[in-house]
């Protein structure tokens, strides 16, 4: 599989998702756009700093053949080979929210639902949850973890309403090594996730914002390190806050997503 070239000097690995436009989506609508962006996270590292380049990994969770097609014409330029859009049409204005993304009581992004919620995900994953990323939306949370029965495996769950689903298989493509990529969730304090969205929006000063979810993963390739993104969007722009567990700032890196 294919990708823009890294910097030099760096090994990296993408995440094709449509939050950034790096995938080129054969959909146009912000409904198809979200459940894209939560089946194809991807593993940003393999690779500790100063070790060797490597290829790019991929991490694709029960992706449909139609998208497959359309992310590998991404990949390769060929969008209009097979039907795909480049990108939505222009609107006359801003679409309204899906939906879809508004949470049906209180938001996940506070403490006790957020706390009850991650209850729930760690039942169902089982054991000491080594986490591969945590993405945390308003009206749902996305966990990749690693199968504590099968550890060269990662799954994916999704917590909404109350509920997680079925696990999905992950498939993981390339070099890199998936336990350099790996974090014990327990790393994370959950209660400082509320505050730091909250401080996102007043840092960032963004008109007519919200907060889009806050993701957990290693740093990679810069560090091994746990960063906490938080995404904060609007009509007209969307931005980042970036800080370690701690919650001191890090410098931002627009190829991390």
Not at 15 to 38: D, F
Not at 45 to 66: E, M
Not at 208 to 227: C, E, Q
């Amino acid at each position: 599989m294919q990708s823009t070239s890294p910097r030099p000097g760096r090994r990296t690995v993408n995440r094709w998702s449509p939050s950034n436009q790096q995938l080129s989506l054969c959909e146009g609508e912000q409904q198809h756009a979200e459940s894209l962006e939560e089946r194809a996270l991807a593993l940003h590292g393999g690779a500790l700093p100063g070790s060797r380049g490597g290829k790019l990994i991929v991490a694709l969770a029960g992706l449909p053949a139609v998208s497959r097609a359309c992310l590998l014409a991404a990949l390769l330029g060929l969008g209009g080979a097979f039907g795909c859009n480049r990108s939505p049409p222009p609107e006359p204005h801003p679409p309204a929210p899906s939906t879809s993304a508004l949470p049906i009581g209180p938001s996940l992004l506070t403490e006790k639902p957020l706390a009850d919620a991650m209850a729930k995900l760690r039942e169902a994953v089982g054991g000491d949850v080594m986490a591969l990323e945590l993405r945390i939306y308003p009206a749902r949370i996305v966990l990749q973890a690693q199968d504590p029965a099968r550890p060269s495996n990662v799954d994916q769950y999704i917590y909404k309403e109350g509920e997680v689903s079925s696990p999905v298989p992950v498939k993981l493509q390339g070099t890199g090594k998936l336990e350099d990529n790996l974090f014990q969730l327990s790393e994370v304090s959950l209660d400082r996730i509320p505050p730091l969205a909250g401080r996102a929006l007043t840092e960032l000063r963004i008109e007519d914002a919200h907060v889009g979810f806050v993701s957990v993963k290693r740093d990679l390739p810069r560090s091994m390190s746990i960063r906490v993104r938080v995404k904060v969007s609007s009509p007209r722009k969307d931005a980042y806050l970036d800080t370690d567990l701690d919650g001191n700032p890090l410098d931002p890196d627009a190829g991390a997503p």
